[in-house]
């Protein structure tokens, strides 16, 4: 079956690195997501990676693809506390439609 | 402003009712989907719409929920006698629908079942 778990909680230090982890279970998938969603506003597209790359980076975010494990993790480089949100990674399922996982919600601490 | 929007925001109805709500895509995306969002918990998909064709409706969605898009552009999604379990927040995104376009989403509706 489709099933995305993420861990629910992160607390870290602003100025340090965050990495949030996602396991997925549908090997077809084409691509794979990192969504933001902040509270009242909706969710938005920070990064994807296709499923036959292994790394992406774009400025402060890095995306780890471990397809053998179906492991996803982001990395958050010098994170700030604009960056407390909760974060989804998202599979796509035939190219049609998006499975999110239960979120990791990131609290940033001065 | 030329994001999806979603319309209402937010409605509170009573159990038994039957709540509308619309969702206006981005103009030249052909890709409209429906997800829903309870609390703690990512969003599932419902349905989603090539243009004006129905392709696919998840398994949640039960025979009371109804989704159109009549010309391929704007969309509705209607729920009949509501429950409370129907609480949650309805969102909507669209693409241009070619593979692994970003869905855009809207900012949602929360509708209260009391």
């Known amino acids: 079956g489709e099933d995305v778990e993420q861990s629910l909680f992160l607390s870290v230090r602003e100025g340090d690195s965050s990495v949030i982890n996602c396991t997925y279970t549908d090997s077809s998938s084409t691509y794979l997501y990192w969504y933001k969603q902040e509270p009242g506003a909706g969710l938005q597209l920070l990064t994807y990676i296709f499923s036959n790359m292994d790394m992406k980076q774009d400025q402060r975010l890095t995306v780890l693809l471990n397809k053998k494990d179906k492991h996803l993790s982001l990395r958050i480089a010098d994170t700030q506390t604009g960056d407390s949100a909760i974060y989804f990674c998202?599979?796509?399922?035939?190219?049609?439609?998006?499975?999110f996982g239960t979120g990791t919600r990131l609290q940033v601490f001065p | 402003d030329t994001g999806v929007s979603q319309d209402p925001r937010h409605k509170i109805t009573k159990r038994g009712q039957n709540v509308t709500f619309r969702c206006d895509p981005i103009s030249e995306h052909n890709r409209l989907y429906w997800y829903r969002q309870t609390l703690g918990q990512g969003p599932e998909f419902l349905t989603y719409f090539q243009n004006e064709a129905q392709l696919e409706k998840s398994r949640l969605l039960s025979d009371r929920f109804s989704a159109e898009r009549p010309k391929g552009s704007f969309s509705t999604l209607e729920i009949q006698r509501t429950e409370q379990g129907d609480s949650a927040m309805y969102l909507c995104a669209s693409s241009l629908g070619t593979g692994g376009s970003e869905q855009f989403f809207g900012p949602g509706t929360r509708l209260t079942v009391l």
């Open positions: 998202a599979e796509d399922i035939d190219t049609d439609k998006l499975i």
